[in-house]
């Protein structure tokens, strides 16, 4: 019988429910068995697509195209799965649903209600998973506080589903956080309590408390918790800080929770099998060189804007045997004093990320053309793809290029609208999303780094190079390494002439795992350290490919 697991959080947010729901869904995989994970956003919104990354963190975009919650790349990285758009469940979705049903008549005159209408929903959603999936664990991070109105409805479908499926089928654990007061240096637990004490109102009852604290908890904090919050000792572990949030699953089982989880739950105690794990881990923790990398967009203030490029960058940096060290740069400065872009000399490589609109569009221009003009490796990535061509126009004579959806007046729209993106009016999940194949050009860097002349890899855009402009790009030096949909939209660009100056429209982070790095990201961080020639393992992507990234001398 299939087994749920539901994380839920308290006192405040951003404490790392995601990474902890996705340690507790490795602990168990690495027993052998088949685990799923599930995002609960209980916002209105029908997805993250049409949210600002700074209200919500970086849109992760997965392989059937959903627009969706940041900690789904965090399942997608830690298990090594595809999770499908079904496993963000939203407010939004849940409540369109019910009333679509209600429109057509589906509830028989009956009184529409939360209860048991829109808890059913919920129920209903979680267990057509493992019956299309046939997975033995499914875990269910419900986002948000204990405490938020909008989550009680999620908590409520929680509690009855133990109810109906058995508590041995239905483990509860809450998250919450452990501060220590810098004035006496204890760890004080009554945020802990508080907010156990409002889950158990709500009817949930923690089988596990994960404490996140500075450093693992006392054994006098942990009594207190286990005292007033209704469970055993056994049950209380703690979630510290850690150089990689990759530590966290082999720490936390250390502590005991997946022989507490396996027991519990009635699941077969087999021994864990961590040795990848940790090979991976030790790559990420003992690298001997390091690399500058500058950031070059517009949400800088926020690392959680770019979350999979950040963790794509060190996944490649641990593979090539070097710390990756990030500094995000808001290009809306260099639009105002153009001479500060000479700052990016101070960097070994320099990567403009996905985006859109005016701000800061400039800015990451001037950083493009410096990076080219003085031979510093360059990544572009979906924007910084498009503006790329917009750069690259300007530099062979194209003067006046730019890309409609900054200057709809152009006379030389080097990057335009997608011809089936005309009419639409929708802004939610209108894009072109998800994974597309692409056909790479043999003889080419691209090549060289995938290995293979078809890939997959996922988008999110509605801009595109014009096909007009392409004969006279090819013909001023630059490479459309990489197309797609028979060849009519342009993939990947690169330089030939240039050290390492490579662009994709699709967005390769989405897919970069632990061990297994993103190739084009792979590519940046070996020219950006100045490596020649370097044999490779990256798994089936990249197969023991000799990628040579140098193609004229260090600058």
């Known amino acids: 019988m299939t087994k749920y697991v539901f994380v839920t959080g308290g006192v405040m947010s951003g404490i790392g429910k995601g990474v902890i729901a996705a340690s507790i869904g490795k602990i168990i995989q690495v027993r052998g068995l088949k685990v799923t994970a599930v995002k609960i956003d209980p916002y209105l919104n029908y997805d993250a697509g049409t949210m600002n990354p700074y209200i919500h963190g970086e849109v992760f975009v997965t392989e059937d195209g959903g627009e969706t919650d940041m900690d789904v790349g965090t399942y997608e990285r830690f298990l090594d799965i595809n999770v499908p758009k079904n496993h963000n469940i939203t407010t939004g979705q849940v409540y369109f649903s019910v009333i679509e049903r209600e429109r057509k008549g589906d509830f028989l005159g009956k009184c529409v209600q939360i209860i048991p209408h829109i808890t059913d929903e919920i129920k209903d959603r979680l267990r057509s998973i493992p019956r299309e999936e046939g997975v033995d664990l499914v875990l269910v991070e419900i986002g948000g506080t204990v405490g938020d109105i909008e989550s009680l409805p999620y908590l409520e479908a929680a509690r009855q589903l133990r109810l109906e499926e058995g508590g041995e089928n239905v483990l509860n654990v809450h998250v919450t956080l452990v501060p220590v007061l810098d004035v006496v240096g204890e760890q004080k637990t009554k945020p802990t309590q508080h907010s156990v004490q409002e889950l158990r109102r709500i009817g949930v009852q923690p089988d596990i408390i994960v404490a996140r604290s500075k450093a693992p908890l006392k054994q006098e904090p942990r009594r207190k918790i286990a005292l007033f919050c209704n469970v055993e000792e056994s049950a209380v572990f703690t979630s510290q800080d850690m150089d990689s949030i990759y530590q966290s699953p082999l720490l936390l089982d250390q502590q005991g929770l997946g022989t507490f989880i396996t027991h519990r739950l009635r699941l077969p105690e087999n021994l864990p099998q961590w040795s990848s794990w940790r090979k991976?881990?030790?790559?990420?923790?003992?690298?001997?060189?390091?690399?500058?990398?500058?950031?070059?967009?517009?949400?800088?203030e926020l690392a959680d804007c770019y979350v999979s490029v950040n963790d794509a960058l060190k996944d490649a940096g641990a593979s090539a045997g070097a710390k990756v060290n990030l500094e995000w740069i808001e290009t809306d400065d260099f639009e105002k004093q153009p001479e500060k872009v000479r700052l990016l000399s101070r960097f070994d490589g320099v990567l403009v990320p996905g985006g859109f609109g005016a701000r800061g569009a400039e800015g990451k221009i001037l950083a493009i053309e410096?990076?080219?003009?003085?031979?510093?490796?360059?990544?572009?990535i979906c924007y910084g793809f498009q503006l790329a061509v917009v750069e690259y126009a300007r530099h062979v004579g194209i003067v006046d290029a730019a890309s409609s959806e900054l200057n709809p007046g152009s006379k030389n729209p080097v990057i335009d609208l997608m011809p089936?993106?005309?009419?639409?009016?929708?802004?939610?999940?209108?894009?072109?999303?998800?994974?597309?194949?692409?056909?790479?050009?043999?003889?080419?860097?691209?090549?060289?780094?995938?290995g293979k002349g078809k890939v997959w890899e996922r988008h999110r855009h509605r801009y595109e190079v014009n096909p007009k402009y392409i004969p006279e790009f090819t013909s001023n030096g630059l490479k459309f390494s990489g197309r797609s949909d028979a060849n009519r939209r342009m993939e990947i660009l690169e330089v030939p002439s240039s050290r390492f100056h490579f662009a994709t429209q699709f967005h390769a982070e989405f897919k970069s795992r632990p061990a297994r790095p993103s190739p084009p990201y792979f590519g940046f961080i070996q020219a950006s350290l100045g490596s020649k020639g370097i044999r490779v393992e990256t798994g089936p992507v990249v197969a023991n490919q000799t990628v040579q990234v140098n193609r004229s001398a260090k600058r």
Request: hydrophobic letters at 35%; one cysteine or more.
């Open 280 to 300: 991976m881990l030790e790559e990420h923790l003992t690298q001997t060189r390091q690399v500058k990398i500058a950031i070059c967009g517009k949400y800088a």
């Open 370 to 380: 410096y990076s080219r003009s003085h031979d510093i490796p360059f990544l572009g």
């Open 420 to 450: 089936e993106q005309n009419g639409v009016l929708e802004k939610g999940g209108t894009m072109r999303l998800g994974a597309h194949e692409i056909t790479v050009d043999a003889g080419t860097m691209a090549f060289s780094l995938y």
